[in-house]
């Protein structure tokens, strides 16, 4: 089994979300939140507004930590063909300047402010439900049920 530590920014604007578009080897895409791997040595703050900015262009502060997600994806559909295990750290960040634009030399395209009322018609990375769950429900354990996947939920 591989193991990841992940920070992934929930960034609200009313009734949208920032969303980014993840290119996947196969060039089949799914919109995920901003946010990827803590780098060894890395505060996962840090990592967040480092992927903010790297995948979207946008300057960021966290204003809270959201919660955590631990989930686990089946060698199956995993990348490397091996289970794999990714514990995601979930804030709330604040866009605070900057100019929307696709990573520069990475895997994330169109970074988008999305209608919460089409997110669910997105394929998607199950992260964007957990995130957003997070965010609405601010739960005292930073824990909300974990998405179930299928139809346009991803892993």
Do not use: K
């Amino acid at each position: 089994m591989t193991f990841r530590v992940a920070a992934y920014g929930v960034c609200l604007d009313h009734d949208r979300v920032l969303l980014v578009r993840h290119l996947a080897e196969s060039g089949e895409t799914t919109w995920t939140l901003p946010g990827g791997g803590v780098e060894q040595g890395e505060d996962p703050v840090d990592a967040v507004t480092r992927e903010l900015s790297e995948e979207t262009g946008s300057d960021g502060v966290v204003e809270r930590l959201l919660g955590v997600d631990s989930r686990v994806i089946p060698a199956l559909v995993a990348h490397a063909g091996v289970e794999h295990q990714n514990i995601g750290v979930f804030y709330l960040v604040r866009v605070t300047g900057g100019r929307l634009r696709a990573e520069l030399s990475g895997a994330t395209v169109e970074p988008t402010w999305t209608p919460m009322s089409e997110v669910t018609y997105l394929r998607r990375s199950s992260l964007v439900d957990t995130g957003l769950a997070l965010a609405q429900n601010l739960p005292a354990t930073g824990h909300v049920t974990s998405t179930p996947v299928g139809g346009l939920i991803q892993h």
